[in-house]
């Protein structure tokens, strides 16, 4: 079957699970009225008889139900969702490999600044919020969770690398991985850049997966960094991370980290607070200012 089938059959299912999860929505909704009711009921007579315990406890139960129903759906919809940006990914890389380029992919030599910069945007948008179930904790590269230490980037993965500039400075920049070896213990990756053409061969040290959750701060606020902590993050309008501080972490799912980052043109070394998606803000490796 091929990448172009299998999409098209996972869009009809998710388009399935919407309409029920629509359904189960407008059930439940009929059940949480006559909680309303019942209660604006009890209110009125002024009282709490074994009557209406019973039936709000039957009322309850229903609901707690629907609500693991609607859940249930939803997290297939999510596992759908997945499915499918993973095959558009083996689409792409494979695209890549062969040379030939999707009108929303072209080639790194043809991109325009602007059109990278729309699809680092977007590539941040779209990263999926971790919604584990109660109990659960943050897996490894969801927000600020590190990665295992065994750990590999995989094909395609978006990093950020520790990289020599032309003027033999070191710079880490976004990049995307090309292989790793596990002879060499090395990567092999691509500048995301098409002004920067060279391939990197980088040990494992140089290497920082991103990550590929964004992490809730009303749920898992333990899975973001904290103000003052120091980070890597990509500055606004560039492909390269530099060191800055965290000013205010995200208060909502959509929200950015709002970042000062270290700039020795201003009095106190710092610039003025900039916003950086989750996205693109890593642990910084070196703890001291230089």
Known sequence: MSADTKIAELLTELHQLIKQTQEERSRSEHNLLNIQKTHERMQTENKTSPYY???????YTTAKADAEAECSILRHALDKIAEIKSLL???????????????TDPPRKTMRRGVLMTLLQQSAMTLPLWIGKPGDSPPPLCGATPASSDYVAKQGDKVAA?????????????????SYSHSTNKYEVDDIDEEGKERHTLSRRRIIPLPQWKSNPETDPEALFSKDQLVL??????????????????????DDYSVLFEDTSYADGYSPPLNVAQRYVVACKENKKK
């Open 89 to 103: 990914e083996e689409r792409r890389l494979a695209a890549k490999m062969a040379g030939v380029y999707s009108d």
């Open 162 to 178: 520790r990289v020599k500039a032309v003027d033999g400075d070191e710079q880490w920049i976004l990049a995307e991985v090309v």
């Open 233 to 254: 993050a990509l500055y606004p309008q560039t492909t390269c991370f530099y060191r800055a501080l965290i000013h205010t972490p995200p208060h909502r799912p959509q």
């Open 53 to 59: 315990r019973t039936k709000l406890r039957g009322l």
